[in-house]
């Protein structure tokens, strides 16, 4: 099975960027779609953007006008998430997930319970 390393997180002014990293052992992400999700304190988990072997990509409708990037590293064995044009409410823990049935579907999952392996999450906090 593979296990999940996030980092990147910390701290941002508004309109500000960064760039989490998902750092993957035990397994290719190449096995995997590779998906981005957050928790802000109080809500549910939510989708951010997800990828997979076949080249679909999705983002959840805010962060994908343009803001929220995924990429991959496969010789790194690494996913990316670059997160531009910061707002306070991006404010929140950021979860890398993996899932193999997804791998090579036509669309990626965009929901949690379909993917089976997490990282422990990295925060990130926007100030305004």
């Known amino acids: 099975q593979v296990q999940l390393v996030e980092s990147g997180g910390g701290l941002a002014q508004a309109g500000g960027s960064l760039t989490l990293s998902c750092a993957a052992s035990?397994?290719?992400?190449?096995?995997?779609?590779m998906g981005w999700f957050r928790q802000a304190p109080g809500k549910e988990r939510e989708f951010v953007a997800a990828?997979?072997?076949?080249?679909?990509?999705?983002y959840y409708p805010d962060s994908g006008k343009g803001r929220f990037t995924i990429s991959d590293d496969n010789g790194k064995n690494t996913v990316y998430l670059r997160m531009n044009s910061l707002k306070p409410e991006d404010t929140a823990v950021y979860y890398c997930a993996a899932d193999r049935d997804t791998a090579w579907s036509t669309t990626v999952s965009q929901h949690d319970n379909e993917y089976d392996y997490w990282g422990q999450g990295t925060q990130v906090t926007v100030s305004s």
């Open positions: 990828m997979n072997r076949r080249g679909s990509v999705r």
């Open positions: 035990g397994r290719s992400i190449s096995d995997y779609a």
